[in-house]
Every structure is written in structure tokens, then in C-alpha cells.
């Protein structure tokens, strides 16, 4: 039944105020009858869509469980204590402890960045709490900023909402089927493998980091941007954080979740430990690793020095003095060659160069040292130094894996494309399993344009990991360029059934829907890509197209408007616009548009001409036909063109200028009927000008007569006789 204020359920609880409302049930504040201070309390309401039998058998199984957890937790003093659970009228309630306070997206708001001291202490008092839900074998499923109340009595955080009413009411399917495993969770917080019904423990660590990132950058999950091959968030430039720090979010939020942190337990370990560190930074000397204080031997002078004693009192000779030698060499070498490593993943690549350096200068066979120098140079972007080290390491060891594959990608960058695919070549030959190889190996025969070859590469990293998205991805792509759009969508949809928030195969799904004209499945691709990626204005841009082309014209003015907040000059979506606003009447806009696209192409025949037919609307006719002139000075053989400019010409009454017009529009397109039957009005026009300007024929004047003036001269004759 549907609760109204001051209804009473469980014979105990009156609804004083409505907290929510969703798709499964409604949230209420309740006042406790039995309880002398009538103590206030949060009672969640379970509407079954079905209540036949099965059904209800089901979700009076599945209740019973979750309220036994809910039961098992709420004895944690940072989660809510469920005080009663009940069925009335084939319904479910819940009653819990109500909290007072705020819930941290209060403190969470855009555009807000928390220093690194508060971020580890919040994400240290989250994992405490979830530290004990996991040790249940309880996955929470929804955690994010709502689902945290700062608790006013205290301040502490409190985690509430442990999706038991969701959980179950979203199991209880029709016919009595049940699902076992559901997307229950907020956008943004929700990793790949719970959107695809299969959450795991690293699942609720992943919505730990991504909160953590929030606090940090001051940004929502979904304004992140992602590599769209990895998924992996890039959000270090967007934040003042130390390498420790982002290197445990990192793993956080990782899109494999076998990468992540397993457990909140390991998860609170790694904050606890940054939490030891002083200021939560690496305990790394912060002076550069060419000074001579980090090039020290890890055995000092002193103690070499008891070494060489020790041998000479021994008697062992000098084979053992080179022995020790050798080994204090190797050791540095490593040492070094670990400072490197760091220093690298630090990105600090000057300070890394010099350790890997100082590595090969005391090991030259150093195989890894030299992969090390060659990863800093790449990282440097020198990229022809990277690959004579490369090739170093790989001359010391003929079957380095890991140097091919960087090999290749260097080779790659300096667009040597046929090399970097022999690298690739000679890896998997070393490891035939080897995915990234493979992908990679994909990947540059599309560059090469050898799409059935990059087909048949994706196809063999599929058949080792059928679920790897980015061998999906590449497919897609190889058959988009073959114009196999179909296919390429159906690859597309692979890559989406692994990893749904990927705004990026959302996008070329919606590409290779546009190049098939449906338009109407292209926008709602389009409308998932910045779903997931708020910012991406090429997404934004060919939604604005696919609107256009469904005359559906407000709706693209504001997907254009929406391109420029990331992408001002921003050339195509200016005259795009200007067209959808054309379209709309708005004519004086639509010039606006024009000019701006004009001001960043002014070499575009397109844009100076759509300018011309704006303004040729508002009968701005000079300005009109100066427009085509300049698209014509940019493609003298757009016919169209000519054609307008023969019309704008004879609105100006110019029509022996709109004859020649029309005149070349029917040459570069000899069947334009349009441009015929002006022409022919055009030349009436001309023809009844030339009358009207012709004077009146001159009368011949008359033979000079003598008399009065317009008078008739008399003739008189006398008869003379009598």
C-alpha cells in the first residue's frame, strides 16, 4: 500500500515524513509507539511488482537473509542497528537507527579540493568501517558520498544504505525467476564487473578511490578522463598529490578488478602505511640522484676496508678480493638500477637517467638497466635514443620480451610502422600468448591499413582472453575502416558487454551507426559516450550532426553549445550550428555562427557560403553576394554557389552579372534545372530593362509656314468684275 503521514506499520511505527522514493519502495522517518520518547527511527518500504506465489516465496527468502546481515552488521557502531524486519500485506519493512547529519557529498562539492592530510584520513575512516563489512563476506555494492553520513553527534562517518531492499527487490523477476547476480550501484562508483552483475569485494574498494580521486581533483567520477584502450583513469594534473598516494588510488580504481586491492583490510594497510610516511610523500631525498650522496656504495669505506682485512688474515688471496669486488659492483648496480626503477615511475626522468647511467657504467651487460634507460628516454620523448638502448639490452639478451614490445612502441612513435610491427613480430615469437603483443601487433596493421591482417591479430588475443575489451575495440576499428559497419558495431557491443562505461566505443559505435543513416540509434550512442565522459566533445559534436540530420535542430544547437565549453575554436560545430540554426528561422544567430567559423577557417568554401544564405534570408542581398564571391575565390566550381550569387545579384537588379552567374553554375553542373529556368528569368528581366531605358522615337518636323501662328495660311482670290 501506498503510506501516507501518520500511518502506522508493524503496529508500532507512525510515518511522520518521507525521506525517498524509488522504483522498489519508498524511504520513511517513523516515530517508535512503544518506546517512551517515541524515539524516531528509518523504516524502508519493499513494493514487490508481483505477488503471486513464487515470487513472494522468493522475496520472503531473500528479505529474511539480507535482514539477517543487515542484523549481523548494524553491531558495528558506525553502521546503522536494524531494529525490527516484518512482512505486512505482502509487503517488507525494514526498521533501522536514524542518523543525524549530513551526508559527505556536503562536503564533497564541485570544484572543492581536499588537501592530501584530509583525503587519507577520509579514506582511512571509510576502510575501517568496510573493513569489518568485508570481514562478513558482505560486499556493500553502493557506496558513495550519499551513502556516508557525517554524523552530527560525533562527527564520525557513518555508512548506510546496504541495498538489501534494492538488492532483493530487483531479484524478483516475473514468473517467479529469479536473477542471482544484479547492477546495483551509483554511476561513476560502479566499476565494470558489478555494471555486468558480478560485483566483488575490490568492487566497493574501487568506489573507495574513486571518492578519494573526487576529494582531490574537486571533480564528479564522470568529468575523469580515461585512456579509452586501458579504461584507466588519468587524473594526476587535475590534483596537488604525492607519487605514494596516487600510486594507491591507482590501484584502487584499477579497471581490472584482479589488479586492484582485494579486501579493504590490504586496502587500509596501504593508507596506514602512507599515514607512517612523513607528509604522506615517498622517502625519497628530495635532491636530484646526480648528487653524489645517493651515488654511495650500500657498504660504506669502513666496512670495505674490515672486509679486505678479514681476507688478508684469512689468507684467502686475491681471488676472493675480486670476488668481493664483483660483488659490491653487482650490488650497487642493483641498487642503483632500483633507484632508477623508482625515480621513473616518479616520472622525475633526469634524475632516473642518471641512476640507470651510473648502473651500466659499473655493469654494462646490465640487460634491465639499459630497458630502464631506454623507457626514461621514451618517457623523455627521444624516442631514437630509446631504441639504441633498446637494442642494448636486447643485443645482451636476444629473447627480452619486454624490450621488444618497447621496441616496437618506440619505433612506433617515430612512425616506422613496419619495424615497430617486426618488434612485435620477434615478441610473440619469444611469448605467443603474449596479449598486449598481439593487440599492439593489431593495432599497427591498421595504421599500415592491413585491416584483415589487424582482424586476424585481434582474433588470436581474443581466443586468449575472449573478455579482453581493447582486443575488441581494435576489431571494431579494423572493420569500420573496411566499411563492414555492421560488424564493426556488433565488436563494438563486445567491447560494452565488458566494460559499459566506455565512452569511447560508445562514440565509434555511434560513428559506424551514422555511416549506416541510423541516425536515431547513433544519438542514443552518442548520449552514452558523454554520459560516461561529460567533456567529450567530439561525442558531442556528431550528436549534434545525428540531430541535425533528424531535424530535431534545438537539440543540436545545444549539443554544439556543449562542444564549446571544451572545444572553443571548435571550426566544424560553428557552422554545424549555424546550419541547425538556420534552419530554425534564426537568421541573424545563424550569422554569428558563420562568422565565428569563418574566423577560424577563412579558407572554407562551406562556411562563406552558408553565410551568404543566412543572409540572403534577411535580404541583406550585398552582403550575400559578397559572401559566394569568397566561397567561389575557395572553389570556383561549386556550382551552387553560382547559382545563389546569381540570385543575390538579381535581387540587386544586376542581371546581365546574374546571367554570367547562372551561366556557370550550368557549366559545372549542365542539368540544373533550377539554374536553367533563372537564367531564362534573368534574361526577360534584362530584356524589359533595356526596353524601358530605350527613348521615344523623335517625330519628323514639319515644313517651316508663314502666317499667325497655329494658324492655316488663307488663300484669297478677287474677281474683278463688275
Known sequence: MNLDLGDLVGGRYKIIAQLGEGGFGQTFVAEDQHLPGKEHCVVKQLKLQSTDPITLQTARRMFETEAKILHKLGHHPRIPQLFAYFEENQEFYLVQELIAGDDLSKELTPGKQLSEHQVIALLQEILEILEFVHQQKVIHRDLNPRNLIRRKQDGKLILIDFGAVKQVSTQIIKQGQTKLTVAIGTPGYLPSEQANGNPKLS???????MLGISALTGLYPSELPSNPETGE?????????????????????CYDFRERYQTASVALQAIKDLGNTTSATLTLPSVSYSQPSLSKP??????LHNIFISIIVLGLGAAAVMGVVTFLKATNATDLYNRGETLLELRRYEDALEAYNQAVEIRPEYAQAWKGIGNTLFGLQRY???????DQAIELLPDYLEAWKDRG????QLQRYQQSLDAFD?????????????????????????????????DEALELRPEYPRAWYGRGWALHNMGLYQEAVESYDQVLEYKPDSAHSWYQRGNALINMNKYEQAVESYQKAVQFQPNFYQAWYSLGISLNALRRYEEAVASFERVFKSKPEHYEAWNSKGWALHNLGQYEEAVVSFDQAVKLRPNSQQAWYNRGNALYRLARYQAAFESYQTALKHDPKHYQSWYSQGNALVNLQRYQEAINSYEQAIRYKPNYQQAQKALQNARISLEEVKEKLQPEPELEPEPEKRGLPGLPRLRLNFNRSR
Open 203 to 209: 568492487s566497493d574498494i574501487y568506489a573507495v578511490g
Open 233 to 253: 583513469f588519468s587524473w594526476h594534473q587535475q590534483a596537488q598529490v604525492s607519487p605514494n598516494l596516487a600510486r594507491v588510488l591507482d590501484k584502487m580504481v
Open 298 to 303: 650500500i657498504i660504506s669505506i669502513p666496512q
Open 384 to 390: 631514437e635514443d630509446a631504441l639504441e638502448a633498446y
Open 409 to 412: 612502441k618506440a619505433l612506433e
Open 426 to 458: 620477434s615478441a610473440i615469437r619469444i611469448a605467443p600468448a603474449d596479449l598486449e603483443a598481439w593487440n599492439e601487433r593489431g593495432n599497427l596493421q591498421i595504421k599500415l591499413k592491413q585491416y584483415s591482417a589487424a582482424i586476424a591479430s585481434f
